[in-house]
């Protein structure tokens, strides 16, 4: 199968992405069939349980996108579930420390490289499996940084090996940071700890990406994040509603 | 409990919808939290099934909004159970003769008006049942008109006692008048119909109602429609992620 | 999307297909990678509802399969939903009549053939809707033949325009000619019946179909049908399960 | 298997059921190890939908009870599908006349006395299909009588062969008897009613059954019915919580 | 939104739960209709899962109860995942030492008192995020105090910052000082613990809770218990459904 | 209630199992009707949830299977939930070491053996807890032997009281040694590893369970394994869909 996220990454692109918290699969299907090149299914705040992920991952299959999976907590047993429904990659939440980040890629990896328990049951009746070496050189394994913790270590916690991706939650960082949670905020600690994390990524070959909204795609691309979460799929719903409800009730005159 | 669409016609108002494809009891939810008068769950092309519809009409509890449903079809077993689950109407699609309209307004009425079976479950377990003659007073029933045989009967339709607004489906009413499938048309024989069922319903006293979207709603306000659907979850999100998608490919020079 | 049931009979060959009973759509999903040309998921006596179906056609859009549906009766609120959902066809138990094959014919088309309703979701979601003219062309009306009564009528069903084939229920058909239900008869009368209904077919350019099994293929390919179901989940999984155990037994001197 | 309604009948005993509106399978599972003869899962009032009714038959089926299922109208694909999962009889709400309760019998009955289709899904997972000819003979084909038309057409709606038993529903009866919805009414003409069906299933042979309630039971039973539906799963919850609450608000002083 | 149990608290009275296993949201809807002050969705003992209990949060957001969760163990991830549905709290199980009650008190919170992850898509979805310092300061963090061991260390549990109240879990505690499961115990020692952790509540200024039943209310209240989980949706059905058919049998001579 | 697993071990014979991965639970009750000694419903590579695994469980109740479920992950909230659903036993992957053994025995078994906390609520629908110490006496703690690192440490591991059987995972296990994944290896290494956990078992007194399939059964009877699972459901339906459509190409000429 195709992936989108991959070959943007290979051609020196920006991936973009869309996040699916709702529990319909048709959801994640129109994410994949607008274009985006990845296409985050949340476990962890989103309303999905395994079910409403399996079925998203299915429906997505029919695109080139890049499937992945925000499992709810750094725990091998979800872990090893996203990927065998499919996902291409993982996305994993609270990664604080060389040992969380060591947990993450052996949740992530069959052995050597690590822990992985072998069924890969939907890439099956799929006839995708293409052996045990090409899935833990091709499986994402993107723990988040998303604490002050982390991004102190963030030098260490990148030097473990089989990590391919971070992926920065503004918002938690925003609080442990003392601010509100925001996508983006004006302060400059909170702002040199994004760089960071960035030059970090440069440093150790390692994809940096953020969770964002399409108002900041120039500035997170800029920055150098080539990973970018610009939509979501409740927040899409909401805006929109709120859009046409007030503009209508204008129209209307009420 | 408050009746928001009620409310809204009482005043002179015009009021506005959302319309609800998705199978996740938040969407319906997240619209009558931004204020739509009514959310309208559709059975017939949504996605969900009588479960999910159950399940939104329960979120959307909590706020003033009027919970309706669109059953998939002219049938007395479904109507019933919309509105046992909490709908305080249904819209009913294909009406296109007096018979029909006839049949429409049994399943939604008991004796002495129709033939709607006892036994009002979820009303029941909130408490809101306020007893059978309420029931029949209150219970909206909107028949679609949506074929050019409705448009040329309406006057007959309409003279059916029971029903309380009729909603245009203007695709449908589109394919019929051999037009391409549209929420609007430029069709002069196309704008007569709709015209002619508005006046209908002002010289029957019956409220005319619309599948519409917000770019619309001036017109169709103008037109004489005081319920209007002016947004759609599936719609909104379809929306969005392209919108998202196209202002960050440009932003990240992909 | 491609359509490997019509290629099929473009080419000239036997379209073979699967037939899903079970309520998960990953079987189904592994039928359309084995390569069947087309899959039914059966709403009548199969264990789907609505959603179940909706994410099993969702699963094999991926491939070139022809995905069916059959509805647990001639009505056209469920026909439409299938269609809806993405379905290429509905299979339509019991139709006797030539007023029944009529108002089957009617609910899978728009106007000007049918009474069909607008709002084909699942193939917006899947950016694959091709127009009102086109999906009334490529629509499949599949009619079951399975009484002694439609056999009797045959010619007069199969003058109704917009059938695209028919499909016998073995079972059923035996039925009502006095015998146990099978796939298969030995009965004169039962199988002057089918070869009956296989002329009709081929006096009014309609294709033959038949509920089977692999073991009666052949012979019913012979006959001159050209759309032969030959696998079944539920029968499959049963038949290995029994098959193993039995093996097993034996060999571990259980 | 057992069918604990029938042998309560056949030993001249009275049978007693329990109702069950609740989407959870474990629910009838308590109510058929509480010891009921038949427990009935309504589809017509009730929360469940196919799926909740086939699960739910399915935990029951390790018990003697007999399992029944209210379908939501007279409409043979879903009477059909409730007897494929395993019911043993469907009751079927608001047969008013002999077409009626000819169509009633029509759809639970094979050919030559209906035209069910054939397909016994659920039994065959259970080994327990015994053939056409035993599931004609021993499917229970409830009829509900509860409107005054229905009442005054009862001698000719018995007539109508096919029928085991009747299934009075008294709130929508006290409805068109001019009454609020009830379980019981005081009202002359009512109980005369009540009484008139009785007496006309006394001389046809057909067993009297009505919905009711533990307080009730006594004098039903006295009435002569021997099919007593005695308690709810929401009534009791809903009569459990408010009892626990009171009591415990006394105690605690609160 | 209203918040009944912290009500209840500040006015000095008893606050009373009740308790839910069964799959279906209007059971935790009735129970919020009746009038408890809290309703706790039980998903450790219970049968729902994420969205079961998901769609019960949201369907008790209509009344002023105050939705509880007890997660199935203390796991950082559902007791988020709880959190963000709407839950007002969570019940923890088998909180026995210094170490688990720290991390029961650091995945109920935000930093800087703990490590929660961010999004509370419930409460979004509802209007209802009221900023991470109300969140921190209004979250129930509610160990289950169940083993001997617990009891023993009560004093230094309680001192750790951040726990609202303990919740006693008699079954469990039965078992571990070597009694058969109850709700209650004439065992001398046993009756000790309970009113050691009681006396360690109030002097720690923690409010002490307890699973029981009606008959216990009066008792545990006099106890001290503050917090008293009076009735079970499974527990009041199946002792309806038993009062009901023994009633019955007896009215009808069975 | 029975338990078929137990009986054959009591009879010196060989359990045969299948493994269900499929989401519909009529493929638990087929499996358990055609007569497997034990179906375990696979929580960690198969497609179910906690909703369909104890759907799985209610419908197996009515035959004497022993129904089993593997948990995703040796963690003690899901091995409580999957006892508490009514599964005899729980296989547990990738126990590895003592400590790891002790903490499955441990989430296993109520006090004093482990930790294991109460709330039997399914077998409490069933009517068919025994008490906990019968609980602790039958209930089936059966780790999964499957890395080098566990077979080094076997002796150590069955050490450990409390463990009812081990289960071999022959694709894991191939995975540590080197080779690529599968049933059955011709390595030397492999299969010392494979007699040594036998020859330990037989030592402990313990059962050596494998996963595997029919054509392996004689093979691994001989080895001295007593639990073999020799069938499973999505391999089943894989296989036949295969064969049905290679030998009905064939025989149409396709």
Chains 1, 2, 3, 4, 5, 6 share one sequence.
């Not at 996220?5 to 994949?32: F, Y």
């Not at 991004?151 to 003392?178: F, K, N, W």
Request: with cysteine.
């Amino acid at each position: 199968m195709t992936d989108q996220l991959r070959e943007r990454w290979a051609a020196g692109g920006t991936a973009l992405g869309a996040w699916i918290s709702l529990r319909d699969p048709i959801v994640a299907e129109t994410a994949a069939t607008v274009g985006f090149d990845y296409v985050c299914v949340d476990l962890q705040h989103g309303l999905n349980d395994y079910d409403g992920m399996a079925n998203a991952v299915a429906a997505m299959a029919r695109t080139g996108v890049t499937p992945l999976v925000r499992v709810p907590w750094n725990e091998p047993g979800i872990i090893g579930r996203a990927l065998d429904a499919g996902a291409a990659g993982v996305i994993i939440p609270m990664v604080n420390s060389v040992d969380e980040a060591q947990r993450a890629v052996s949740a992530c990896h069959y052995w050597p490289i690590g822990t992985r328990s072998f069924g890969p049951i939907a890439l099956g009746a799929r006839g995708g499996f293409a052996g045990i070496e090409a899935a833990n050189e091709q499986v994402l394994c993107i723990p988040m940084i998303e604490t002050r913790e982390a991004v102190e270590r963030i030098d260490d916690i990148l030097d473990v090996p089989g990590i391919s991706a971070v992926y920065i939650g503004p918002a938690d960082l925003s609080i442990t940071y003392g601010l509100r949670p925001g996508m983006d905020q004006a302060d400059d600690e909170w702002n040199a700890a994004i760089a960071k994390v960035v030059a970090s990524c440069a440093a150790h070959g390692v994809t940096a990406g953020v969770h964002s909204a399409a108002a900041l795609a120039a500035k997170r691309g800029e920055q150098g994040f080539r990973m970018i979460t610009v939509s979501s799929d409740l927040g899409a719903v909401a805006a929109g509603f709120g859009a046409d409800l007030r503009s209508s009730r204008e129209a209307t005159g009420g």
